[in-house]
């Protein structure tokens, strides 16, 4: 993490504290740089300070990502210093600087920075995706395992991937990570095309497969030299990096054990430093809890939403359908290699029509007593209980009152049991 | 790029290098191989030196790498490297620059025995040459075993040795080649080693079958033919690899 600042960035890269990466803001830095001692750079600053947070931005070097066409007037001024078409890095050359300091005349002129600035915000624009898939296709022989598949994760969400055993999780990750190439479609990480700039994209990321092992004949800590160099980190930062994540994950003790001697959920741990070593900006876990016991499965759970409030984009798939409810901003459902539902869980559980369960019990039993009343609803009795499954759960409880009063019996407890995103799942997965 | 290609390096040696069983198959076996031809001929060391230096290459540089990506496809520690920032072609170059050192650290001390015993070969630098290019040839020629998609290291195994040792027999590493029957000098003007051989045995007894330059030229294109094959059919195998995981 950039000293003193929150969020993920990369060396000299500043961040808000809203986590919004500075690169989106550049402008209004240098333009904040060359104007500091003037009443447009103070206008500015003070937008900065205001909206998002932020105290006198250090010098910077990078230009605007992708968004160069709202500043076309100085486009010419921008040297470009590297990538592709979707995602290109400009450096101000001096003469850019001299213009930069002629153009703003006017504090209309700042205005009309701001202005732009603040536009975007409020799209959503400064934030690239983190992570985006178009269409999305691969077949294995005669099956398709993925088939158009196409979304976006906006940086530091946490995106939940849930789906049956064999619904093409593991493959739309692969291809997302770069392990395997798509038939058709393809797939960027953080503006990086996976498959023609795979080392820029992957030099991003964290992956923790679920198909995949740790050396079993390197001890912990050799492993995690062995993944720092491949992130071509220096040694000193391999030591550093490999200590805090050890002591975080609680294996700096066993460190020179191999991997092979440690148990399943310390492999399962330490698959998880090698994927943090680098400082991802993105985190791919495929089942990263399987098979964890529930203290390190907790464990894990609050990892990642450490993560988050430190900006990392978080990609997971796992079976345990409540901890994707309990972690993830968004689900998609994947089924049969197509997506079938996306959104929040919240969203989910409503547009999908899961059911609320409501639990009345009444002082005496119900057998032989006519419930048409709660039709259509489905409804159970087990002696004095009475479980009706509905989607207006209030109706139901208006009408078993009105019910109760009628036949002289009492209400001596009423539940309410909210749909879970396990309903919601099974009703997918089930295609109802 | 390179601190990648050494990070794998460092990874194979410690991994596969260093270990007890493949130097004393790599210091041994062609050893004893040499003593039961030359030793048993009354020949000295200067007379086998070259052959000696050739087959320590050949069991030294090519012995690992036959194995090394199907044993990782069986760990599944192959996916956990491939989705770090490393191409497959610089995980391969990694694990042929392992080879090589492995091959060049039991040849080197043969060479320096033979300065000891004043057995100096005519040009020293183009000896180095010679032996640096086989060591990578042969190091790439074993990846290329390895190329089968299969999770199995016997299949490599079985294919390299099904390979290798004929090549000691037919290329003058043993025999040499003017005692062969003419019927196999074409195979042997196919064998990759039979230049390294040839061009040693120049440079340390003064007679060789091919011109020198030839030797020269004829290694360096069996280095680079086997180096570039071997990335190119790692590269197709490599998803067909994965996707059977």
Known sequence: MCGGNQGPCHEGEQVCSRGIPLRGLLNLAILTLIKDKTVYGAEIHRVLKEKFNVDAPKPVIYGLLRKMEYFGFITSKWDVEGGGPARRVYKITEEGLEYLNSSLKSLRDAKKVIDLILAEDEKGGWLMDAIEAVDLQKKFGNVTAVNSVSFKVKEGEIFGFLGPNGAGKTTTIRMLTGLLKPDRGYAMIMGYNVIDEPIKAKMLVGVVPEEANPYPDLSSWDNLVLVGRLYGLSGRDIKDRASKMLKLLGLYDIMDRKAKNLSKGQRQKLLVAMALINNPKVLFLDEPTGGLDVLSARMIRELILELKRNGVTVFLTTHNVEEAGALCDRIAIIKNGRIVELGSPDELKIKVGAYTYVTITFNRALEGRELVFLEPCEYKVQASKLLIVCSKPVEAIVKAVEFAKEAGLEILDIRISSPTLEDVFVKVAKGE | ?245
């Open chain 2, 1 to 245: 790029m390179l601190k990648r290609v050494w990070a794998i390096c460092w990874k194979d040696i410690k991994l596969y290098y260093a270990k007890g069983p493949i130097v004393v198959t790599g210091v041994l076996f062609p050893i004893f191989l040499w003593i039961a031809f030359y030793a048993g001929r009354g020949l000295d060391l200067r007379e086998g030196l070259g052959s000696l230096i050739t087959l320590t290459l050949l069991f030294t540089a090519s012995s690992v790498t036959p194995i090394i990506a199907p044993w990782e496809t069986r760990q599944r520690t192959l996916e956990m490297v491939l989705s770090r920032p490393i191409t497959v072609r610089l995980m391969l170059i990694g694990d042929i620059l392992a080879s090589t050192i492995f091959g060049l650290i039991f040849v080197i001390p043969l060479i320096v025995l033979g300065i000891i015993l004043n057995i100096m070969p005519a040009n020293m630098f183009l000896t180095m040459v010679i032996v640096l290019l086989t060591a990578v040839g042969l190091s790439s020629l074993g990846i290329m075993f390895s190329a089968l998609p299969t999770d199995t290291p016997a299949d490599a195994v079985l294919l390299s040795s099904s390979i290798k040792l004929p090549l000691i027999f037919v290329s003058g590493v043993l025999v040499p080649i003017t005692q062969l029957p003419t019927w196999i000098l074409p195979i042997t003007l196919l064998s990759p080693i039979t230049y390294p051989t040839d061009f040693l045995g120049l440079q340390y007894l003064g007679n060789g079958f091919l011109p020198s330059y030839l030797d020269l030229t004829v290694t360096t294109l069996f280095t680079l033919a086997f180096t570039i094959l071997a990335l190119k059919l790692h590269e197709k195998t490599m998803l067909v690899r994965l996707q059977r995981r």
